[in-house]
């Protein structure tokens, strides 16, 4: 750990005197370095104390910038260990796992293997036969499950349905914002309904959720928000406009929440974790007309697969994940890279979504 003095002393004179001899008044919420500045441009310095208070910034500067240097430098190094070395998976047993679209695809299967695993599932779906199905299937493998049918764009449905889950299951600890919708055809082609609903689904309802469930994992500093993007998210893909908006919107909210409870001062939040999955095809139904040139290098993966990684990604608190993983490498390093570098390897791997019939 690295300490630093608060004060540096510059033979007879310290940072104090000068804030006692330029007679100026900060306001409580002033930062140290802004009324530094201040004191520079106004105080009837003497050039021994210009020279002094040049320095002592200086030094202030510098060491902030080692402070960082070091830190940026163990982050790596971790980082370099947890890829040759994961960081061990945690129980989600007892926990009370609310998941949206949970009567089919990606969500069922999250679902059935959060309740393998021991977690409470409250399955939430505005399609009760498939939502049944899925709560069967937990019971089933001997788990426990819960039913609940709700349109997660109405707020106040939502509200109701909160309500109806501590009642009669408890807190929720975990939220998978899961559900979602993708008409596939090029942007001048999408109705206003379709671009509408698009973002009341896929981004809109974790708003919703999130307002409804986050407070009561804040009060206890524990749960997990689980926000489910796309590769969509990540590049843009033609006939996708409005679902790639959407799914980029997903990943902001996301960051911006965690730095919200991670600047956050008046409480520690550390113990609510956050994970953003970034699928590219999946076969669920949602793609109709999956376009892939190299199947070796981009496979078209089963909703069993994919939420084996997602699981495993939740368990370990990863913050984002893409599926495949190679993508995630891919993307990062195409970013280097000029503009249209990117592009060229879009236009090599030739893979994507052809428009709905």
């Known amino acids: 750990m690295w300490v630093f003095p608060s004060k540096f002393h510059f033979g007879s004179v310290t940072t104090e005197t000068f804030f006692f001899e330029s007679n100026m008044s900060t306001t409580a919420d002033t930062s140290k370095n802004a009324a530094a500045q201040n004191l520079m441009e106004k105080a009837p310095w003497t050039d021994e104390q210009g020279i002094a208070m040049k320095v002592y910034n200086g030094i202030s500067l510098a060491l902030e910038i080692l402070v960082l240097y070091v830190k940026m430098t163990l982050t790596w190094f971790h980082c370099l260990y947890q890829f040759f070395v994961p960081p061990e998976p945690k129980s989600v047993k007892g926990e009370i796992i609310l998941i949206t679209g949970a009567g089919h695809g990606m969500g069922r299967e999250t679902a059935l293997r959060f309740g393998k695993l021991g977690g409470i599932i409250v399955c939430v779906d505005i399609n009760p036969t498939g939502n049944q199905e899925t709560v069967d299937m937990i019971k089933e493998q001997k788990g426990k499950a819960y039913r609940y049918e709700c349109d997660v764009t109405d707020r106040e449905a939502i509200a109701v349905l909160a309500e109806k889950i501590r009642r009669e299951v408890g807190e929720v600890t975990m939220l998978v914002n899961n559900a979602g919708i993708m008409p596939c055809k090029p942007l001048l082609q999408t109705s206003e309904?379709?671009?509408?609903?698009?973002?009341?689904?896929n981004i809109i309802a974790h708003l919703w959720l999130l307002q409804t469930f986050l407070p009561s994992m804040m009060e206890r500093n524990h749960g997990h928000i689980v926000a489910m993007s796309s590769?969509?998210?990540?590049?843009g893909l033609r006939n996708l406009v409005p679902y790639c908006a959407t799914k980029f919107a997903v990943r902001g909210l996301m960051e911006a929440l965690h730095e919200e409870l991670r600047e956050d001062k008046t409480k520690d939040y550390s113990g609510i974790k956050f994970t953003v999955i970034c699928p590219y095809i999946v076969d669920t139904g949602l793609c109709k007309n999956p376009k892939v040139k190299f199947p070796t290098l981009m496979k078209i993966l089963t909703p069993q697969e994919a939420s084996d990684q997602i699981v495993d990604a939740v368990r370990r608190n990863y913050n984002e994940i893409t599926i495949p993983s190679s993508l995630y490498y891919?993307?990062?390093?195409?970013?280097?890279?000029?503009?249209?570098?990117?592009?060229?390897l879009k236009d090599f791997l030739d893979s994507g979504l052809e428009a709905d019939p």
């Open 193 to 201: 309904k379709e671009i509408r609903t698009s973002f009341e689904v």
């Open 231 to 235: 590769m969509a998210g990540v590049v």
């Open 330 to 344: 891919i993307n990062m390093i195409c970013r280097v890279f000029p503009k249209q570098v990117p592009l060229y």
